[in-house]
């Protein structure tokens, strides 16, 4: 089993590879890898949407991942030309992107997004072919 360095470091612990807790824990995608502080500003908008919109709202009714894609990119570009908050809500910007990023990985999980992205294109190739090597 191939383990990232956070769970490398908790199996030289004395004795870890003993304990079976330790053995199936680190079997299990790590959450020590996530900063905390990342996921008090996805709360933070997280909890913005559920104020204004309704709790888990997209897993009653179908999402367009248009939309929260053209909302992510809105934020990022704020946060990108300077705005640390939205004037709106007093959140971080980043936050709502994570937050956009987070409902559309949800309702696709529990099969409520509309994915209306257009048919695959060529980006990545052509970015390949005008990245320089190094």
């Not at 888990?56 to 640390?84: C, K, P």
């Amino acid at each position: 089993m191939s383990l990232d360095p956070v769970l490398k470091e908790v199996m030289n612990h004395v004795g870890a590879e003993e304990n079976p807790k330790t053995r199936y824990g680190v079997a299990k995608p790590s959450m020590a890898t996530v900063p905390p502080v990342a996921l008090v500003h996805l709360m933070l908008a997280m909890g913005n949407g559920a104020d204004k919109y309704g709790r888990m709202n997209w897993r009653e009714t179908s999402v367009l991942s248009s939309i929260y894609y053209a909302a992510a990119m809105r934020h990022l570009m704020a946060w990108f030309d300077g705005q640390e908050l939205d004037a709106d809500s007093g959140v971080h910007h980043l936050g709502h992107v994570m937050a956009c990023c987070a409902i559309i990985l949800d309702a696709n999980a529990c099969h409520t997004l509309d994915d209306d992205r257009p048919r695959p294109g060529t980006a990545a190739e052509v970015l390949k072919r005008y990245t320089k090597e190094i």
